[in-house]
């Protein structure tokens, strides 16, 4: 936004049967204590994108996954 705000834009994937309003304002709360303790900088806006939702079992294969694909691009 600025030389001392910034606006953020969080993608996340959410674990099934959990409440998204909960995660939302802990994490808004958690973001913004953290981007302002290592930068300084105030955070004046959070966007919070839910991309998917999925049990841990889901996301933890889709993970695996994904590093499988990552190291096999890094061997070629």
């Known amino acids: 936004v600025g030389e001392k ?10 674990e099934y049967g959990k409440n998204v309003p909960a995660i939302f304002s802990e ?3 958690n973001v913004k204590k953290s981007v302002h303790d290592m930068t300084g900088l105030e955070v004046v806006e959070v966007n ?3 991309e ?14 994904d590093k499988e ?3 096999k691009r ?3």
Do not use: P
């Open 27 to 29: 994490t808004v709360n």
């Open 48 to 50: 919070m994108h839910v």
């Open 74 to 76: 890094d061997l070629e």
């Open 69 to 71: 694909q990552e190291s």
């Open 5 to 14: 705000q910034v606006a953020l834009d969080l993608k996340v994937i959410v």
């Open 52 to 65: 998917d939702v999925m049990t841990r079992s889901e996301f933890e294969a889709k993970t695996d996954r």
